[in-house]
């Protein structure tokens, strides 16, 4: 039974930062494109980064390159999203989610989700 598990989420003030881990369990993920997306009340749901497990390749948005970084530790089996510098607009309950093979920013694409963490982010 294939489980992705969000942590990390909480209040931080504008500036901060915050660390989102995403634990993946329950299959080998080697071939697997993981990906971070969030979703606003009231908003689409929206890519954010992602990362392709064999070779580490990251893919961002012009929103999230430079402030955030996805990466990912294969003995521990879990993927990182370090956030810096948030904003305000940044607030929002952030998902990972595993696709097989390819990269994609299309959440229909992506085969597992997690359940999701808050991230709220006060001016």
């Known amino acids: 039974q294939v489980q992705l598990v969000e942590s990390g989420g909480g209040l931080v003030q504008a500036g901060g930062s915050l660390r989102l881990s995403c634990a993946a369990s329950g299959r080998s993920f080697s071939e697997y494109v993981m990906g971070w997306f969030r979703q606003a009340p009231g908003k689409e749901r929206e890519f954010v980064a992602a990362i392709t497990w064999s070779t580490g390749s990251t893919y961002y948005t012009d929103s999230s390159k430079g402030r955030f970084t996805i990466s990912r530790d294969s003995a521990k089996n879990t993927v990182y999203l370090q956030m810096n510098s948030l904003k305000p607009e940044d607030t929002a309950v952030y998902s990972c989610?595993?696709?097989?093979?390819?990269?994609?920013?299309?959440?229909?694409?992506?085969?597992?989700w997690g359940q999701g963490t808050q991230v709220t982010v006060s001016s």
């Open positions: 989610a595993a696709r097989y093979t390819y990269y994609s920013t299309a959440a229909s694409d992506y085969d597992y």
